[in-house]
């Protein structure tokens, strides 16, 4: 695939060189909007594409959640932080409240006023919808009795799962879809029973491969296709194979030995030449994890896309540049967290709408600028919550698209410092860590602490006397970051009655008369078989991270069906663990 360079830049954020190609140009020019008869051009993009996604990130959360007291006196599941918008979420059951009483007009100072509308407005808590019994999930919907999945929709008894589409009694996977009785396991589709493995397509029974199409019965390695009763690539005989399957489930229901199993396993994939690059059924595609799709350039994880530039979990959509986590529109360019949306940009977490501009969490409204909150249903000419004739619209979006550009501000997406998260509790932070905080006192350094080893840039925490900081990030570039930083774990009120339990000192579970039970790891006996079950009643530290962590009876039933010993660490060291295997590697340009 041969892009034609226009032009090389600076990145603004990172200081990284980065090539502007003639069809960015061709598209931006494709998706710059028309208002009033006049259209207003879109810039070529003085951020980088990775710049790019992480402003898009910083707007989105999937994981962190609080409990907000709201007005009415009862409490609310959030995932935005109480210190930035305790006193302005709206109950989520509610949408009578009238969110066009908050608008403001435009005082010639647009940044300005969104930053005091973003902050007074009332914003939905959560972002689901049609859930049933899922409290803890959030950018979901359609799932029933699931818990902390973030991403997906239509699941039913899962649990830990990111993007995952119609799965169902599956846990700790990054995406899955219309797949069952998957763990621990990245890009499976059309599966049932996969564990430990990655980018299976009608897989069943399958343990530690990766690179699999139509096959069961198979343990371990790599790259195969309508096999059966396969052990670390030789088929075997079915009689031959159940003795070897034997042995390895004895082996996988101790920690231990599933520890040495995955040490295995990645050893092996780390010598054995494995394929990188996923690109299936589909036409002139640059990127990875592509399916049925044409036109792609630069895309991961695509499924059903045509004509895209500049993509990261997207379906079905289709002419547009720089959207994330996006199902179902076309004409779009700097899109984040949306759904069936067209001829919008420089927006994040809009559904069902379209012309909108600069708009934060809107739903099911049309040609709307700088607005924000899903209470604005059906709504049609709104201009920071304000709704104006359409003639009067044009005339002030008109003034409000010029004092960006004289500010050299339009085209880009919205400001990192009116985001309603931290960057440490938005998605940006598991993609794009931070290595290194700073805590200032004005001029004064008062400590310095490495965060991952693996990230990039620094944070300088502005007020670490608080819990929610003022922050400017350094990427490496000329422009830096103004946002929030989260000074602390949020604190856990770990109940008195409680017994904690270290991650290694969970016991071993064994196997006898068909029937499951935790050896006393005092005295090395078996416990009568409720015994089993008092590790619900324990609260687990996290032996990477000490934090602390439950299983659920659910789960516990999971891995006692699966025959899987207790996991050791937090559900969310485990996503970070996960989202570090994720194939991102894509084939190289010609």
Not at 29 to 56: C, F, M
Not at 83 to 105: C, F, K, V, W
Not at 316 to 324: G, K, L, Q, R
């Amino acid at each position: 695939m041969s892009e034609k360079v226009i032009e090389t830049k600076t990145c603004k954020w990172t200081g990284e060189k980065f090539p502007i190609y003639e069809a960015d140009r061709t598209m931006l020019e494709k998706l710059s909007p028309t208002i009033g008869g006049k259209v207003y051009h879109l810039p070529l993009p003085d951020l980088s594409p990775k710049a790019r996604e992480i402003n898009r990130l910083m707007f989105r959360n999937e994981r962190k959640f609080y409990h907000i007291p709201l007005k009415n006196g009862k409490q609310e599941i959030s995932t935005i932080h109480p210190e930035l918008r305790s006193n302005i979420i709206a109950p989520h059951e509610g949408d009578t409240y009238d969110y066009t009483q908050d608008g403001i007009p435009y005082s010639g100072d647009i940044e300005k006023d969104m930053q005091q509308l973003f902050s007074t407005v009332p914003g939905s808590a959560r972002l689901v919808v049609d859930m049933e019994n899922s409290p803890y999930c959030n950018q979901e919907a359609g799932d029933k009795n699931c818990h902390l999945n973030a991403g997906g929709h239509d699941n039913e008894d899962c649990m830990y799962n990111t993007f995952s589409i119609h799965a169902k009694d599956s846990l700790d996977n990054y995406w899955i879809f219309k797949s069952e009785n998957i763990y621990e396991s990245l890009d499976i589709f059309e599966s049932s029973k996969v564990f430990f493995s990655g980018q299976i397509k009608g897989g069943y029974n399958i343990y530690f491969w990766y690179d699999l199409i139509g096959c069961q019965n198979v343990l371990f390695w790599n790259n195969l296709e309508n096999q059966s009763y396969v052990y670390k690539n030789e088929v075997l005989s079915k009689e031959a194979w159940q003795e070897k399957y034997s042995k390895f489930k004895q082996q996988l229901q101790s920690y231990q030995g599933l520890q040495e199993l995955k040490k295995e396993f990645e050893l092996f994939l780390q010598t054995s030449g494995k394929k990188e690059v996923f690109i299936e059924g589909s036409e002139n595609s640059y990127g990875n994890i592509i399916t049925n799709s044409k036109d792609s350039f630069s895309v991961l994880y695509g499924q059903e896309n045509q004509n895209i530039r500049y993509g990261n979990i997207l379906w079905e959509a289709t002419d547009s540049m720089d959207i994330n986590s996006f199902a179902s529109g076309s004409k779009l360019y700097d899109i984040a967290s949306s759904y069936q949306v067209t001829h919008s940009t420089n927006s994040g977490l809009v559904l069902e709408s379209s012309n909108c501009h600069y708009c934060l969490s809107v739903s099911n409204i049309h040609f709307a600028f700088a607005s924000y909150g899903f209470g604005l249903k059906n709504k049609s000419h709104v201009i920071l919550n304000t709704i104006y004739p359409k003639d009067e619209w044009e005339l002030q979006v008109q003034k409000i698209i010029e004092e960006l550009q004289q500010k050299w501000k339009w085209g880009r997406f919205l400001s990192p410092d009116i985001s309603p998260y931290p960057y440490n509790d938005s998605t940006a932070m598991e993609y794009h860590p931070i290595q290194k905080a700073v805590y200032m006192d004005g001029q004064i350094i008062l400590k310095e602490e490495i965060i991952r080893e693996n990230g990039n840039g620094t944070v300088y925490i502005l007020e670490p006397e608080k819990f929610i900081s003022k922050a400017i990030i350094d990427f490496g570039g000329e422009e830096k970051v103004k946002t929030h930083w989260r000074t602390k774990e949020t604190e856990i009120n770990i109940p008195k009655n409680a017994q904690t339990l270290s991650g290694d000192s969970i016991p071993e579970i064994h196997v006898i008369d068909s029937k499951w039970f935790f050896s006393l790891w005092s005295q090395g006996e078996y416990p009568k078989e409720e015994g089993f079950w008092n590790i619900l009643d324990q609260v687990i530290i996290c032996e990477r991270s000490g934090r602390p962590f439950r299983i659920t009876k659910k789960e516990l039933e999971f891995y006692k069906k699966h025959d899987l010993p207790i996991p050791r660490l937090h559900y969310d060291e485990r996503h970070f663990d996960r989202i570090q295997k994720k194939t991102t590697k894509m084939f190289e340009q010609k």
